[in-house]
């Protein structure tokens, strides 16, 4: 038995979950979000508790199970807490700020670079070089953040880039000076 799929989703006061069929759909303060997942897992709502059972013992339904109770869990956690990704932009004149909805982010191009905002995503900008990325999708909120992070991903030498706060970004030494020819 996957040891994932077996732990029950407890519901929160707050949250509210319909399941129909293989349809799972939760509202909770910070938003909605539904998902229709595989028929080889059977989904449950006893007692404010989820439980998510696999059909049979074929290779497919337990390697989905795990998955399955992963999935609906980020859910409710979504609707309840939500999802962050902090960016951090280093670099001589790199910085970002907010123009209406829209991002705008000047990073060592000749031009700005502007990412238009996305439903269910919250863009913050805290100073001048740190994004927020928030909203109750961890799948939108991380997607988001990988594509703007891809718009300039660190560079190995001065660690000039967009990258994850929390992100180690490995150096490499630079060119060898001069009388090192042999």
Same mark, same amino acid.
């Given at each position: 038995? %996957?040891?994932?799929?077996?732990?029950?989703?407890? #519901?929160?006061?707050?949250?509210?979950?319909?399941? %129909?069929?293989?349809?799972? =759909?939760? !509202?909770?303060? *910070?938003?909605?979000?539904?998902? $229709?997942?595989?028929?080889?897992?059977? $989904?449950?709502? &006893? =007692?404010?508790?989820? @439980?998510?059972?696999?059909? =049979?013992?074929?290779?497919?339904? *337990?390697?989905?199970?795990?998955?399955?109770?992963?999935?609906?869990?980020?859910?409710?956690?979504?609707?309840?807490?939500?999802? &962050? *990704?902090?960016? &951090?932009?280093?670099?001589?004149?790199?910085? +970002?700020?907010?123009?209406?909805?829209?991002? !705008?982010?000047?990073?060592?191009?000749?031009?700005? !670079? !502007? @990412?238009?905002?996305?439903?269910? $995503? =919250?863009? *913050?900008? &805290?100073?001048?070089?740190?994004?927020?990325?928030?909203?109750?999708?961890?799948?939108? #909120?991380?997607?988001? +953040?990988?594509?703007?992070?891809?718009?300039?991903?660190?560079?190995?030498?001065?660690?000039?880039?967009?990258?994850? #706060?929390?992100?180690?970004? @490995?150096?490499? +030494?630079?060119? +060898?000076?001069?009388?090192?020819?042999?």
């Amino acid at each position: 038995m %996957s040891r994932i799929g077996r732990l029950p989703v407890s #519901v929160p006061d707050g949250v509210n979950v319909k399941i %129909s069929g293989s349809c799972v =759909d939760v !509202v909770g303060p *910070k938003g909605s979000l539904n998902n $229709i997942f595989s028929k080889d897992v059977s $989904i449950s709502l &006893e =007692d404010k508790v989820i @439980i998510i059972k696999r059909k =049979d013992d074929s290779k497919r339904s *337990k390697s989905l199970h795990g998955l399955t109770r992963a999935l609906v869990n980020n859910m409710v956690l979504g609707v309840t807490v939500g999802f &962050e *990704k902090r960016l &951090e932009i280093n670099g001589v004149g790199y910085r +970002a700020q907010m123009q209406g909805k829209n991002l !705008v982010m000047n990073l060592g191009y000749s031009h700005p !670079v !502007v @990412i238009n905002s996305v439903d269910g $995503i =919250d863009i *913050k900008v &805290e100073g001048q070089n740190v994004v927020v990325i928030s909203g109750a999708d961890k799948q939108k #909120v991380g997607q988001f +953040a990988a594509d703007i992070r891809g718009k300039r991903p660190p560079e190995p030498y001065k660690g000039k880039g967009v990258k994850y #706060v929390n992100e180690h970004i @490995i150096r490499k +030494a630079g060119k +060898a000076g001069k009388g090192s020819k042999g």
